[in-house]
């Protein structure tokens, strides 16, 4: 059985980031905002607010996590870019899916995230070899390069993107079902 906490495994990859290796990652990043609202598109509070797995967060939980979590990447990104090897901050990811934000419409954090990622794709594929070679400091993971985090971020949308469409079927919630 598939472990629900990772139901497309863990992000895997070995040896240098290839240019097919980009382009593949690129495109699924580009692509995750419209796929997140589809899967998401008609599902009722009730819905939203089911967790993905015992002890895990809720749908509406794991919408707000993504637009969080991208934006924090994207500042890394600029952070990267513009600062030599720049030390991060951490933040703690449970404690902020606790604030009240966190249970508020996923409307807004899909336009968001949206938006977002238009402005991310388009400085993505601007970066040449030699930026993409640059890194930052995570305080806890240590050193990670860019083009090895567009592969961590394009498999960090594609992760939560499964949390929610085996929720969905799990829970046997067709489509058509779904309150509009």
Known sequence: MTDPRYPIGPFEHDGAVTSDDLARWLDQIEAFPAQLRQAVEGLDDE???????????????????VADSHLNSYVRFKWALTEEQPLIKAYDEGAWAELDDYRAPIGPALDFLAQLHA???TLLRSLSPEQLSRNFVHPDSGATELARNVGIYAWHGRHHLAHITTTIEREGWAPRARAR
């Open 119 to 121: 402005r991310w794709i």
């Open 47 to 65: 819905q939203l607010d089911t967790t993905y797995r015992p002890g895990g967060w809720t749908l509406r939980q794991v919408v707000h996590h």
